[in-house]
C-alpha cells in the first residue's frame, strides 16, 4: 500500500508553527510514504519563499503545491524553474516560470504522479482545467500509475464536477483554496479519494486563518487594508489517502484536524 498525507493550506508562520510541531509525529505514526502539502500562503499569509519552502521539506514534506497566491512573492519564481518539487497550476499558460505536474518517488520506492490544477469559477480566466489535466494525466501515466491531483478551486460545483470527471483516470483529488475543511470525503466507484476542501493548517479563530478583526474591518469599509495570520487556536489540517499500487484505486481516506498543544 502507499499512505499519503496531505496538509492543507499552510497559512503563515502560525500555520508552519502547528506543522513544525505535528507533522514529523504525524508521518511516523501513520507510516505514512509521501507527503504533500498545499504552500501558496505559507510565506506570512501570502505566497512562498525559497527559505519557508526549504523549512518544510526539513519537516518532511516531499511536493508543495499552490495555487493563485504562487505569484505573490516574486523572490519564489526563479525556484520554479529550478525545483521540481515546488509545482504551480499546470493550467497557467505556458510562458510562465515553472511546472504544474512531476513524478517522484515515495518513500517505500513507489513512483507518485503529482498534478497541481486551479479552479476558474469565480477566480482568474485561465486555461480550462478540465481539457488542460487529460494530457498530463496521460504524460504521468508513462511513468507511474498513481496520480495525485491538488484541484485548487473557489466552486463547490467545479471541485465535484472535476472528481466524478477524473474517477477512474487519477487515484484522487483532494481540494484546497477555500480553508474551510469539508465533511465529503469518499471514494467514487473508479476508486477516486476525493474531498471538496482539505481545511488549513494556522488559526481557526480567525477568518479563514487572517486575524478577525482585519476581515471584518475589510467587510464593513470595502477599502482595502493589510491581512495578517491569526496565532490561536491552531490547527493542523489535511487527509490521509491509502492507495493500493496494484489497481491504483484508494482504499481508505480520512480527514484529520489536529489541535496544537503548547
Same mark, same amino acid.
Given at each position: @500500500?502507499?499512505?499519503?498525507? +496531505?496538509?492543507?493550506?499552510?497559512?503563515?508562520?502560525?500555520?508552519?508553527?502547528? %506543522?513544525?510541531?505535528?507533522?514529523?509525529?504525524?508521518?511516523?505514526?501513520?507510516?505514512?510514504?509521501?507527503?504533500?502539502?498545499?504552500?501558496? /500562503? *505559507?510565506?506570512?499569509?501570502?505566497?512562498?519563499?525559497?527559505?519557508? *519552502?526549504?523549512?518544510?521539506?526539513?519537516?518532511?514534506?516531499?511536493?508543495?503545491?499552490?495555487? /493563485?497566491? =504562487?505569484?505573490?512573492?516574486?523572490?519564489?519564481?526563479? $525556484?520554479?524553474?529550478?525545483?521540481? /518539487? =515546488?509545482?504551480?497550476?499546470? /493550467? $497557467?499558460?505556458?510562458?510562465?516560470?515553472?511546472?504544474?505536474?512531476?513524478?517522484?518517488?515515495? &518513500?517505500?520506492?513507489?513512483?507518485?504522479?503529482? !498534478?497541481?490544477?486551479?479552479?476558474?469559477?469565480? @477566480?482568474?480566466?485561465?486555461?480550462?482545467?478540465?481539457? %488542460?489535466?487529460?494530457?498530463?494525466?496521460?504524460?504521468?501515466?508513462?511513468?507511474?500509475?498513481?496520480?495525485?491531483?491538488?484541484?485548487? *478551486?473557489?466552486?463547490?460545483?467545479?471541485?465535484?464536477?472535476?472528481?466524478? $470527471?477524473?474517477?477512474? &483516470?487519477?487515484?484522487?483529488? !483532494?481540494?484546497?483554496?477555500?480553508?474551510?475543511? %469539508?465533511?465529503?470525503?469518499?471514494?467514487?466507484?473508479?476508486?477516486?479519494? $476525493? =474531498?471538496?476542501?482539505?481545511? @488549513?493548517?494556522?488559526?481557526?479563530?480567525?477568518?479563514?486563518?487572517?486575524?478577525?478583526?482585519? *476581515?471584518?474591518?475589510? +467587510?464593513?469599509?470595502? %477599502?482595502?487594508? &493589510?491581512?495578517?495570520?491569526?496565532?490561536?487556536?491552531?490547527?493542523?489540517?489535511?487527509?490521509?489517502?491509502? !492507495?493500493?499500487?496494484?489497481?491504483?484505486?484508494?482504499?481508505? !481516506?480520512?480527514? +484529520?484536524?489536529?489541535?496544537?498543544?503548547?
Amino acid at each position: @500500500m502507499l499512505r499519503i498525507i +496531505f496538509i492543507a493550506d499552510i497559512i503563515g508562520g502560525p500555520g508552519r508553527k502547528v %506543522t513544525r510541531s505535528l507533522l514529523p509525529g504525524l508521518l511516523k505514526e501513520k507510516k505514512a510514504d509521501f507527503c504533500i502539502t498545499n504552500g501558496e /500562503n *505559507a510565506a506570512g499569509g501570502f505566497g512562498l519563499t525559497w527559505d519557508v *519552502a526549504g523549512e518544510l521539506f526539513e519537516l518532511g514534506v516531499d511536493v508543495i503545491t499552490s495555487g /493563485n497566491h =504562487i505569484w505573490d512573492r516574486k523572490e519564489i519564481l526563479p $525556484y520554479l524553474d529550478s525545483q521540481q /518539487n =515546488i509545482l504551480r497550476p499546470v /493550467n $497557467y499558460p505556458p510562458e510562465n516560470p515553472g511546472r504544474g505536474a512531476g513524478v517522484f518517488k515515495a &518513500r517505500n520506492g513507489l513512483s507518485v504522479g503529482v !498534478i497541481n490544477l486551479q479552479g476558474r469559477v469565480f @477566480m482568474r480566466e485561465i486555461d480550462c482545467p478540465f481539457r %488542460t489535466v487529460i494530457p498530463v494525466i496521460d504524460q504521468i501515466k508513462t511513468e507511474a500509475g498513481i496520480v495525485f491531483v491538488d484541484f485548487h *478551486a473557489e466552486a463547490t460545483a467545479e471541485k465535484v464536477a472535476l472528481g466524478w $470527471y477524473l474517477d477512474g &483516470r487519477v487515484a484522487a483529488v !483532494i481540494g484546497t483554496h477555500t480553508h474551510v475543511q %469539508t465533511a465529503d470525503e469518499r471514494i467514487l466507484p473508479g476508486g477516486l479519494g $476525493y =474531498i471538496t476542501d482539505a481545511g @488549513m493548517s494556522g488559526s481557526i479563530d480567525g477568518v479563514i486563518g487572517i486575524k478577525k478583526e482585519l *476581515a471584518i474591518k475589510r +467587510f464593513l469599509t470595502q %477599502t482595502p487594508n &493589510r491581512f495578517q495570520p491569526a496565532d490561536s487556536n491552531l490547527v493542523l489540517m489535511g487527509v490521509l489517502l491509502t !492507495i493500493n499500487p496494484t489497481n491504483c484505486r484508494t482504499e481508505k !481516506i480520512e480527514r +484529520f484536524a489536529i489541535p496544537h498543544v503548547a
